[in-house]
């Protein structure tokens, strides 16, 4: 079973996340965020290791922040909408974090900003 975190912005001092699902295994990368119809307020999905993603077969848009080995943000997709391809980081990134759209811009959450992934939900974080 895949753990459940919360993924805070150390930069801003704010949760991201706090139902974050780890997808470390070939199968749960493969399936990602299919068949989902959303993404509920604090959910969302780390994806690694990773450097490139998709949303083809997707029904709605996301967030995507591309992460460095250490959880630093290197690259940002504001509302990724279905059915298309992101970029390939392959030298820059080792995780994709996957949030409800309009996540990052109401965090200003930008390049550069340090994460930091805890074990289990937030108990604090809004329901």
């Not at 965020?33 to 997707?58: D, K, T």
């Not at 943000?73 to 970029?87: F, K, Q, S």
Request: charged share 25%.
């Amino acid at each position: 079973m895949a753990r459940l975190l919360t993924v805070v912005n150390e930069t801003r001092g704010v949760i991201l996340g706090h139902r974050v699902h780890e997808a470390a295994s070939f199968w749960a990368r493969a399936r990602g965020l299919l068949g989902r119809r959303s993404l509920g307020e604090g959910e969302g999905l780390l994806l690694y290791p990773c450097w490139a993603i998709h949303s083809y077969g997707m029904r709605f848009e996301f967030d995507a922040l591309y992460l460095h080995r250490g959880y630093r943000v290197v690259h940002i997709i504001d509302r990724m909408p279905p059915n298309r391809r992101g970029p390939s980081m392959r030298k820059r990134a080792f995780a994709v974090l996957e949030l409800p759209a309009g996540t990052a811009a109401a965090t200003k959450t930008r390049v550069g900003d340090q994460l930091a992934l805890r074990q289990g939900t937030n108990p604090f974080a809004p329901e």
